[in-house]
Nanobody, 128 residues
Framework: VQLQACGGGLVQAGGSLRLSCVAS?????????VGWFRQAPGKEREFVAA???????????RYVDFEQGRFTISRDNAKNTVYLQMNSLKAEDTAVYYC??????????????????WGQGTQVTVSS
């Protein structure tokens, strides 16, 4: 499983970015739980959001508390892509954002060790 995260960049506080995580390597992304994590300089990697495809036509999503409705995770299974829409960005959102995946369905997975496949990360910088 290969994951490619992209869409990061420099944005002013209050702005928006949409990150994409594209899976390749012959995988069917709907069979995987996909999460977004982030790591700021000098800090540990932290969970941001995750999506689990239920197979019944909807996503089971989970978010960390600090997002407060600003972030939305979604997926396009036909494109083997998971998105993270980030609105009302703050300076403290500055970090490298990683997407990660594990095979199966686990809506509770929010720890890095629960995810087996990782993308290379994309830098998000929010200027205040």
């Amino acid at each position: 499983v290969q994951l490619q995260a992209c869409g990061g960049g420099l944005v002013q506080a209050g702005g928006s970015l949409r990150l994409s995580c594209v899976a390749s390597g012959g995988v069917t992304l709907s069979n995987y739980a996909v999460g977004w994590f982030r790591q700021a300089p000098g800090k540990e990697r932290e969970f941001v959001a995750a999506t689990n495809w239920s197979g019944g036509g909807w996503d089971d999503t989970r978010y960390v508390d600090f997002e407060q409705g600003r972030f939305t995770i979604s997926r396009d299974n036909a494109k083997n892509t998971v998105y993270l829409q980030m609105n009302s960005l703050k300076a403290e959102d500055t970090a490298v954002y990683y997407c990660a995946a594990h095979l199966g369905y686990n809506p509770r997975a929010s720890q890095a060790h629960e995810y087996h496949y990782w993308g290379q990360g994309t830098q998000v910088t929010v200027s205040s």
